[in-house]
């Protein structure tokens, strides 16, 4: 089973930074559009972010101008740098290889004060 590893997660106050990390293997970070998801308690599983092989971005109404995702072909790394983060941002951050079944096991991010 392929392994997608996040890292940068953790508790940050309301207007903080962070930035999300996600390492996974030359083949699957070469071929695959990858994707941050958030899920908050009771919540349904949303898309934040997405890049394309070719960087292409795309973002969630809820994020844009605050998050941005990017992606270092040298290290096979995607990162999710978010600023001006607010409390409705506190959530299980995921890190997915679109179109298939390959997920990170996820970093949590707390914004509270």
């Known amino acids: 089973q392929e392994q997608l590893v996040e890292s940068g997660g953790g508790l940050v106050q309301p207007g903080g930074s962070l930035r999300l990390s996600c390492a996974a293997s030359?083949?699957?970070?070469?071929?695959?559009?990858m994707e941050w998801y958030r899920q908050a308690p009771g919540k349904q599983r949303e898309l934040v972010a997405s890049?394309?092989?070719?960087?292409?971005?795309n973002y969630a109404d809820s994020v844009k101008d605050r998050f941005t995702i990017s992606r270092d072909n040298t290290n096979n790394t995607v990162y999710l740098q978010m600023n001006s983060l607010k409390p409705e941002d506190t959530a299980v951050y995921l890190c997915?290889?679109?179109?298939?079944?390959?997920w990170g096991q996820g970093t949590q991010v707390t914004v509270s004060s």
């Open positions: 997915h290889a679109a179109r298939t079944t390959y």
């Open positions: 030359l083949w699957v970070f070469s071929i695959f559009d």
């Open positions: 890049i394309t092989t070719s960087g292409t971005t």
